[in-house]
C-alpha cells in the first residue's frame, strides 16, 4: 500500500457538512477530520508524488500545477460558499491524521477567530485603471488646474497661446497621476464603508487590452452578504461617474476570504 500524506484545503466549524463536496486534487476523496469546534478539509495523497523532494520538483512545472491549483480552489470555494471557511495555501501537507489533529489543537483559538471574522461574509475585488488616452480628454473636467490653463490659453495672443499650450502638456503628466490618485482613494474609501474588512493590494503591472493605461487600485473587500447589493449600488454610481471619464473598473467575486485570515495561514 502506498505511503500517504494527509492534504488540508481550508479549515471550518466542527459541525460542517460534507453534502454536495466535491472531490479534490487528483481526484481525491475530501474528508472532514475535526478537533473541538474546529475542523480540516483533507485529502490523502500519494506521498511519493507530495512528499516533500517530490514535490518540490514539480511545483515549477505549470502544466502540471494548473489542474492541481484549480481542483484546491474548487473545494475552498465550495465550502466558503457553503459555510464559514479559512482557505489554507495550496499544498498545506502533514505526514498523517495526528498532525492534522495536533495543528488543529494548537491553533484552535487563532482558527475560531478566522472562522468567526468570515463568517456570513464573502470577498470581492475591484481593480481601477486610468486610461490616459481617455481621461486626456477629461481632463479639464476633473482638473480646476488644467480648466484655467486652457480657459488662458483660449484667451491668449498666438505667442502667449504657444507658452501656455507647452506648460500645459508639462502639467497634464502630473494632473494625470494626482487625479488617477484621488479617483482611486475616493473609490476605496466609499467602498469600504460597506466592508467589514478592506485590503489594498500590489497594483498589477498589466494594462487592459486595447487601451493606454496603468492600474490605480487593487483592492479586496470583505463584504457582509447583507451589504453586497449596497456595495454593488455605490460601485455603480463610481463606474458611472467615472468610466465615461477615462477609466475602467473591474468587479470580481464573490471569493474564498483569503486576504482576511493572514493571521491563519503561518507555516507549521
Do not use: C
Not at 74 to 81: I, R
Not at 156 to 185: D, M, N
Not at 223 to 229: C, F, K, M, S, Y
Not at 235 to 261: D, K, S
Amino acid at each position: 500500500m502506498a505511503e500517504l500524506v494527509q492534504y488540508v484545503y481550508a479549515v471550518v466549524g466542527a459541525d460542517a457538512s460534507l453534502d454536495g463536496v466535491p472531490t479534490g486534487i487528483d481526484e481525491a476523496r475530501v474528508e472532514i477530520q475535526a478537533e473541538g469546534s474546529v475542523a480540516a478539509l483533507v485529502s490523502a495523497l500519494d506521498a511519493s508524488v507530495y512528499g516533500g523532494p517530490p514535490l518540490e520538483t514539480r511545483t515549477g512545472d505549470l502544466e502540471w500545477l494548473g489542474p492541481r491549483a484549480r481542483a484546491h480552489d474548487h473545494v475552498v470555494t465550495w465550502a466558503s460558499e457553503s459555510t464559514a471557511t479559512v482557505p489554507l495555501p495550496m499544498f498545506t501537507m502533514f505526514r498523517d491524521r495526528d498532525g492534522v489533529r495536533s495543528m488543529l489543537r494548537e491553533r484552535r483559538d487563532e482558527l475560531g477567530r478566522g472562522l468567526e471574522r468570515v463568517r456570513g461574509r464573502q470577498e470581492y475585488g475591484i481593480r481601477l485603471f486610468r486610461i490616459d488616452d481617455a481621461l486626456t480628454a477629461h481632463l479639464a473636467e476633473l482638473s480646476p488646474r488644467i480648466a484655467e490653463l486652457d480657459r488662458s490659453a483660449a484667451a491668449a495672443s498666438p505667442g502667449q497661446r504657444y507658452l501656455l499650450t507647452r506648460k500645459i502638456e508639462a502639467e497634464r503628466v502630473s494632473e494625470l497621476r494626482r487625479i488617477g490618485s484621488e479617483v482611486a482613494q475616493r473609490a476605496f474609501d466609499e467602498l469600504s464603508a460597506h466592508a467589514s474588512g478592506a485590503v489594498l493590494d500590489t497594483l498589477p503591472r498589466r494594462t487592459l487590452e486595447g487601451m493606454a493605461g496603468v492600474a490605480v487600485l487593487n483592492a479586496s473587500f470583505l463584504l457582509p452578504r447583507a451589504d453586497t447589493d449596497s456595495f454593488r449600488r455605490t460601485l455603480t454610481t463610481l463606474v458611472e461617474e467615472y468610466e465615461p471619464r477615462g477609466f475602467r473598473f473591474e468587479f470580481t467575486g464573490p471569493w474564498p476570504p483569503y486576504h482576511f485570515v493572514q493571521e491563519t495561514q503561518g507555516e507549521r
